[in-house]
T-cell receptor
Framework: AAGVIQSPRHLIKEKRETATLKCYPIPRHDTVYWYQQGPGQDPQFLISFYEKMQSDKGSIPDRFSAQQFSDYHSELNMSSLELGDSALYFC????????????????FGPGTRLTVL | AQKVTQAQTEISVVEKEDVTLDCVYETRDTTYYLFWYKQPPSGELVFLIRRNSFDEQNEISGRYSWNFQKSTSSFNFTITASQVVDSAVYFCALSEVKNRDDKIIFGKGTRLHILP
């Protein structure tokens, strides 16, 4: 079965650079979530989108922005990278139901490991 | 506020032993979902189970079983006859259903070592 695709899988950047992470949800899933997992930490919610609109926001720094496109893929843009941004970034998707929002299981992608030097 | 507590930071057992991972949650909502995810050394998050707050039936899936008790706000996970491949970090998680806010709140995780 198709899973959530994230690219790139690994990314190395220097401080103050920018990075863009991409997420392709499972087909027919209309909700996308982004989580950040620091070393030895639990995943922390950053932001979510439903039907291309931002639906919820967590502790996402102002330096980060995200959007969901018409094909439901999402991109997380990170600017002025800091050492503390080094983490595993997960995207998750969940299905809608004929346009009716509901809470459903979130299926996680393999993650993008970002290292900031 | 919602919170998930996994008191066991790290557990080591010998292969074939049974092991139970504890999870206690806090929420003010009457409608919520509980999850368990497995994170093997490779890093991906593998969905194991979702349970809604109205379904207290215990569930068994192969060597895995879950015990949900609303009275004690617990959702414990037992692995029977553990195997080395079960070594991973296991996260218990909670999602509330209100105001279209269904982000997942994770516990800190329990690192499980299965020794051969």
């Amino acid at each position: 079965a198709a899973g959530v695709i994230q690219s790139p899988r690994h990314l190395i950047k220097e401080k103050r650079e920018t990075a863009t992470l991409k997420c392709y949800p499972i087909p027919r899933h209309d909700t996308v979530y982004w989580y950040q997992q620091g070393p030895g930490q639990d995943p922390q919610f950053l932001i979510s989108f439903y039907e291309k609109m931002q639906s919820d926001k967590g502790s996402i720094p102002d330096r980060f922005s995200a959007q969901q496109f018409s094909d439901y893929h999402s991109e997380l843009n990170m600017s002025s990278l800091e050492l503390g941004d080094s983490a595993l970034y997960f995207c998750a998707s969940s299905p809608g139901l004929a346009g009716v929002r509901r809470t459903d299981t979130q299926y996680f992608g393999p993650g993008t490991r970002l290292t900031v030097l | 506020a919602q919170k998930v507590t996994q008191a066991q930071t790290e557990i080591s057992v010998v292969e074939k032993e049974d092991v139970t991972l504890d999870c206690v949650y806090e929420t003010r909502d009457t409608t919520y979902y509980l999850f368990w995810y497995k994170q093997p050394p490779s890093g991906e998050l593998v969905f194991l189970i979702r349970r809604n707050s109205f379904d207290e039936q215990n569930e068994i899936s192969g060597r895995y079983s879950w015990n949900f008790q609303k009275s004690t706000s617990s959702f414990n996970f037992t692995i029977t006859a553990s195997q080395v491949v079960d070594s991973a970090v296991y996260f218990c998680a909670l999602s509330e259903v209100k105001n279209r806010d269904d982000k997942i709140i994770f516990g800190k995780g329990t690192r499980l070592h299965i020794l051969p």
